[in-house]
């Protein structure tokens, strides 16, 4: 009776200390992202589509770019983002057409750009600044959706300062790129799925390339799998239509270079005027991008995450229908993007190797407890 007495206070205690714990990991993020930042060479490519939206071409465009930055950064920062040494980047910073040409790279990025566009005129600080601030809000919110994520598979926040360190969510925070973003959307969506809130699933579903294009393979995947776990139909495959025509849209609007010229230049050979950038013929060149990308990602410290996937897949006849659609999804999503962009990022991953591991912790908390629970007592 006098424990029973207790235990509302010991859940009160106990839900102060774990919304403090998160309020406070929330606010590091956010901190992290918006006051520290690591800017790299991406900032200039995002201030640029800002200003390119505003109307800006040519040396207009590049003066406002490079000042911009360099006012935010500073002169030590700034010089190495224009590194000299680096022939690629020394061109783009000495071409006021070639800078132009790289806008497209960046303008397909709709959201961010869009978000750090108004958020720049409402406040009145530099796009950089904006995309930092937005970049740390959004760190933020991802935080509080991976508590809410481990709450909702069980496992003990206690845990999730580990996992956060773990998958990087504060490093990606603190990236001038929209994968933090694309990172939260893509975990709402499992979240709303663990909630049974289909159609908030299909939303973020729907929203994610906005954020960033490659991202539509989550969004299917989603889709696929409202379609599996309920009884709806038409919605799921409505969902995933209107995602390849936003991705489409998208990429003809902002007239988007295209995949292979993409791939051509990020893993064979960038070069400073992509609208000439070489497109090789030879598949020896394409085998060797796929060989360096495989030795990549196998000396990445999470590599061993997706062969414990596959066994929690085969081994794991206790799982959920949802616990394996989302384990699916993850290793799905992995596989699929390094087929088609054979780069292990970790800013690329962090929302399938947040999830993985967090339902592997999931699994060791579980036979943790079953055998404590058949050790006899004295």
Known sequence: MRYERFRPVQLAHQRFAEWALVS?????????????????????GY??????????????LHQHTYDSVRQDVGERQFARLVDASDPYRAAVYASPVALEQHVHFYAIRVMPVSAMRVLSKLTGCSPSRALAWLNGVVGALAVLTCFG????????????????????????????????L??????????????????????????LPLARTDAVLWSLMVAMTVMWLTSMRWQPVLAAALCLVVCAAINHLYQNPGHLVIFNFTLIQKHPWPATQPVATDWHIYAAAYARGV???????????????????L?????????????????????????????????????PVFLVSTLLLREACFWLRLRNSRIPTQ
């Not at 799982?319 to 992995?334: E, I």
């Open 295 to 313: 030795m990549h990602a196998i000396r990445q410290p999470d590599v061993l995450l997706w062969p414990l996937a596959v066994l929690l897949l």
């Open 149 to 180: 994520l481990l709450r909702a598979f069980s496992v003990p926040v206690w845990l999730l300062p580990v996992v956060l360190w773990w998958v990087g969510v504060r490093d990606v925070a603190k990236l001038s790129t929209p994968d933090v």
């Open 315 to 351: 081994a794991g006849r206790w799982m959920s229908r949802l616990h394996r659609a989302v384990v699916l999804v993850s290793l799905c999503y992995v596989l699929l993007h390094m087929l088609l962009f054979p780069l292990y990022l970790q800013r690329f991953f962090v929302a």
């Open 24 to 44: 406070l990991l929330a606010w590091f993020v956010l901190w992290s992202g918006a006051k520290r930042p690591d800017h790299d060479w991406d900032v200039i």
């Open 182 to 207: 694309a990172c939260w959307l893509a975990l709402s969506s499992v979240l709303a799925l663990a909630h049974q809130r289909w159609h908030l699933a299909l939303a973020c579903a729907l929203v």
């Open 47 to 60: 201030v640029a589509a800002a200003f390119h939206a505003d109307g800006l071409r040519g040396v207009d």
